[in-house]
């Protein structure tokens, strides 16, 4: 019954017969943009737009230095590669994230550690973190050992899930506390600001995704963000093949990789970021038009920005209450059968083949989020009337 409650409120708003999870929004200005990249011949690393397109994104979210790459689980890698991240060492991360967040530990060779959320589900429980760390931890020579594996706790991964700023007060305290370098996974929230400062910017470094999915696209594509002239400058090298000119011809001084964003992504992206404002406006309006439209009930609740925060609202979330847990697969189908394109959110990643093995601490409320979380469609343009390719 919940379902057809759910469908016939959603219906009444929805201005389209379907609507999917998250469609992205183009109109003539990213035609343009393309055409004139195409025009340059310069569609490679080699065009200005990759230039153009990072000086955009410090402008944005105000850090002194930015590196375009081809998405941004590449650019996880290499921030965790430039701090040293390496075989013997673990990471925290959330369990609930995209496993973009963790195959980079695993490129690393080193190992994920898992972590759980707080009562929200959209953060890491940071309390029960730090009581969990200081019953497992070990200190020596200013590293930080898990005594139970006997490998070097050396980073965090806090993860802005769904748009939502982690609590970074808390991250940078406990990261103090336990000698650990932090990498903000800022895949899902571009435009988002913790304490009026954009995330990215209160670790080592920070990752944004331009995936066709994400706030603004550049088909796919990321960003590393970082205040430090020295980490950038490596970053910049290692992501362009560690190539050094001189008289025309190419050394490469290290093994480097080739993960810079060409220039005809970045074309997308010059034309896309324009409209990032405009964006979150709407669905920072889609989220209050969710909670009026679906909120005269018990049943759930529509996920909000914690206090403090400034969020993106990437993904609109419906957090069903403990007695309507079992209903999530029946929405789920119900509303996807009717073109309402709701997604459970991902499977805890600790439960998948590549990662059964790894330390975790007690993660109920990663389970909990998995069986009660529904992503709502969250495109820009849900609920208007619009043409389908202006905004
Ligand atoms: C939380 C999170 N981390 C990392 C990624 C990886 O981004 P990309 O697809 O650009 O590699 C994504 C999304 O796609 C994500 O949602």
């Given amino acids: ?8 409120k959603l219906k ?35 065009g200005k737009n990759t230039k153009k397109f990072e000086k955009k994104i410090k402008l944005t979210t105000r850090s002194k230095y930015s590196v375009a790459t081809i998405n941004a689980t590449t650019g996880i890698f290499i921030c965790l590669k430039t701090l040293g991240v390496k075989e013997g060492d673990e990471v925290l991360v959330p369990s609930l994230t995209f496993i973009g967040s963790v195959n980079p530990i695993a490129y690393c060779n080193a190992t994920p550690h898992f972590v759980d959320l707080n009562n929200d589900l959209m953060d890491i429980d940071y309390d029960r973190l730090d009581h969990y760390l200081s019953s ?12 139970n594996t006997n490998k070097v706790i050396k980073a965090i991964i806090p993860v802005h899930l ?12 406990l990261a103090k506390k336990y000698q650990l370098k932090i990498v903000e996974d800022c895949a899902e929230s571009f435009g988002s600001k913790y304490q009026g400062r954009h995330v990215g910017n209160f670790g080592s470094m920070g990752v944004i995704s331009f995936n066709g999915n994400k706030i603004i696209t550049t088909g796919g594509g990321g960003a590393i963000i970082t205040n430090s002239k020295k980490l950038y400058s490596k970053i910049n090298h290692i992501c362009s093949t560690s190539k050094i000119v001189k008289n025309y011809r ?7 990789y080739n993960f810079k964003m060409p220039s005809l992504n970045a074309s997308l992206g010059l034309a896309q970021i324009q409209k990032l404002k405009n964006f979150i406006k709407k669905k920072r309006w889609l989220y209050k038009k969710y909670v009026k439209v679906l909120s005269d009930t018990n049943d759930y609740q529509i996920m909000k920005e914690p206090i403090n925060t400034f969020s993106n609202y990437w993904l609109q979330t419906i957090v069903l209450n403990n007695k309507n847990k079992r209903s999530q697969k029946k929405i789920i189908k119900y509303l996807n059968k009717k073109g309402v394109g709701v997604r459970p959110p991902w499977q805890p990643i600790h439960t998948l083949k590549p990662y059964k093995k790894c330390p975790k601490m007690i993660l109920k409320n990663t389970s909990k989020a998995s069986a009660s979380l529904i992503h709502l469609p969250s495109g820009a343009n849900v609920g208007y009337s619009y043409k389908k390719v202006d905004t």
């Fill in 12 to 46: 009444m708003f929805f201005r389209n017969e379907k609507e999917e999870l998250h469609e992205p929004c183009f109109s003539k200005h990213e035609k343009l943009e393309i055409i004139k990249c195409l025009k340059s011949t310069y569609v490679s690393t080699k």
């Fill in 162 to 173: 769904f748009g939502h700023p982690s609590n970074m007060r808390q991250c940078l305290s």
């Fill in 250 to 256: 190419i050394f490469h001084n290290e093994i480097g």
């Fill in 136 to 147: 497992i931890v070990n200190f020596k020579n200013g590293k930080c050992y898990n005594k």
């Fill in 1 to 8: 019954m919940i379902e057809k409650k759910i469908y016939s």
